[in-house]
């Protein structure tokens, strides 16, 4: 591939294409993936495109479907628990560290939507070495059975933990903003994701869109140079529009589809996750924490499932 001419190629004025169904590349199943969550981990190359915005009105919309884990992957500089309004003592960055077990630092939210928090300014966990990640694998491959779906909020960029847990979850959603360098990120990063989970067909939400044109038009540049350059289909799940309630929802620690649902950011926000929903019902689950205890080892899987992790 030549990173120079995919780089240029974001910036060219886009041609436009429906999206195209392909199935997800996802590891071999097993009779007891029928019983785990479907999960899904959101994730961006760059900060600050709306992840956290985003997965906190997921979880808060899915929720009334049925059992929902929202999990702030996010160990540094986490940030789910002010969308829940909650300031939870045990995180995930102690069950990292070995601290406490995940289930005894998940909290209920409100409904069906529980939450495991990410750490907050904690030092050491940022990037997770072997060792941790088989604790995260282990916490939740103990929580999946009990959810119909886990929600990964994660850190942005390339940390370990971030390129794991988007390696093991059935979907992998990618989070962007129309701005060239968000977009340029966002292309890193599904190239290393490609590489590290090879038949991935990662989801796609440009966010803070002005309107439709702009946001169809950020999408098929980064599926045309994806196709092209990385020979990966990227779907699209839906534009969100640039919309003050946000920042007054943030202000209030709502999710905006509970804070503001009458609002066009709302709207959407409902309307992509019925989308998401969809997308989740048809697909056969894996086990998120499954499939990472399975890819650092057997002895992750074998000692969490003989000691319940
Ligand atoms: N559609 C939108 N319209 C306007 N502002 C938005 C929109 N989506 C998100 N924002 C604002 O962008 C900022 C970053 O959002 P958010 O915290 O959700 O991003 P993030 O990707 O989770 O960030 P980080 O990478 O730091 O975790 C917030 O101030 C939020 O209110
Ligand atoms: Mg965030």
């Known amino acids: 591939m030549n990173w120079a001419t995919a780089r240029r190629l974001l910036h060219l004025p886009a041609k436009q294409s429906a999206p195209i169904a392909r199935p997800l590349g996802l590891p071999p199943s097993d009779p007891l993936a029928a019983v785990r969550a479907r999960s899904m981990c959101v994730v961006s190359g760059k900060g600050g495109t709306g992840k956290s915005t985003l997965t906190a009105s ?102 370990s933990q971030t390129l794991q847990l988007a390696a093991a979850a059935d979907i992998v959603l990618v989070v962007t903003t129309p701005d060239v360098t968000a977009m340029t990120d966002a292309y890193a990063l599904i190239k290393v994701l490609c590489a590290e989970r090879p038949g991935l067909v990662p989801y796609l939400v440009v966010n803070r869109v002005l309107d439709a044109s702009e946001g169809h038009a950020a999408a098929e540049r980064m599926r045309a140079v994806a196709r092209r350059f990385l020979d990966v289909e990227i779907r699209l799940l839906g534009l969100l529009p640039e919309d003050r309630s946000a920042y007054r929802c943030t202000q209030r620690r709502q999710p905006v589809v509970l804070g503001e649902p009458d609002e066009p950011l709302g709207l959407a926000l409902a309307d992509l996750a019925q989308r998401l929903q969809r997308e989740l019902d048809h697909l056969h689950p894996h086990g998120v924490g499954r499939v990472l205890c399975h890819r650092l080892g057997r002895d992750g899987l074998a000692e969490s499932e003989s000691c319940g992790a």
């Open 58 to 159: 997921l979880a808060a919309s899915l929720e009334r479907h049925g059992r929902v884990l929202l999990v702030d992957a996010d160990l540094g500089v986490g940030n789910a628990h002010l969308f829940c309004d909650l300031q939870p003592e045990q995180t995930l960055a102690n069950v990292v560290r070995g601290e406490c077990s995940a289930r005894e630092a998940v909290v209920p939210v409100r409904g069906q939507l529980d939450l495991l928090a990410g750490g907050s300014g904690c030092l050491g966990v940022a990037s997770l070495d072997r060792k941790q990640l088989q604790l995260l694998g282990k916490g939740l491959y103990s929580l999946e059975e009990r959810y119909r779906s886990i929600l990964i909020d994660g850190a942005a960029g390339l940390s």
